[in-house]
């Protein structure tokens, strides 16, 4: 069972920096990742993913602001947040799908095809 453990949240000013960490039980070397936020009453959404094959995905919203790398030595997945706004506080969550056996493609910034979540890290900014 593979676990996640988020870290790097906090409280920023608009226009800001954070660099949220994802840190892995277990190589993700098979794994799809997928960064996703959740806003008070609002559903989850995909922020950013990065495929097995070195693939990344981010929506219209953050696409030029936000930067998904991994560091395959330490099982760490970083999500990169730059130009920080008011709309992107939430609670930040990184999520797994383990594609070894996967015979079709899948939607990465889609909830649902994730297996694996980690617990969230609250991500304010405010001024």
């Known amino acids: 069972q593979l676990q996640l453990v988020e870290s790097g949240g906090g409280l920023v000013q608009p226009g800001g920096s954070l660099r949220l960490a994802c840190v892995a039980s277990?190589?993700?070397?098979?794994?799809?990742v997928g960064w996703f936020r959740q806003a008070p009453g609002e559903e989850r959404e995909g922020v950013s993913c990065?495929?097995?094959?070195?693939?990344?995905y981010y929506p219209d919203s953050v696409k030029g602001r936000f930067t998904v790398s991994k560091d395959a030595g330490t099982n760490t997945v970083y999500l990169q947040m730059n130009s920080l706004k008011p709309e992107d506080t939430g609670v930040y969550y990184c999520?797994?799908?383990?594609?070894?056996?996967?015979?079709?493609?899948?939607?990465?910034?889609?909830?649902?095809?994730?297996?694996?979540w980690g617990h969230g890290a609250q991500v304010t900014v405010s001024p």
């Open positions: 999520a797994a799908v383990d594609r070894r056996n996967a015979e079709t493609a899948y939607v990465c910034w889609e909830p649902d095809e994730y297996d694996y």
């Open positions: 990065l495929t097995t094959r070195g693939i990344t």
């Open positions: 277990d190589t993700l070397e098979h794994y799809g």
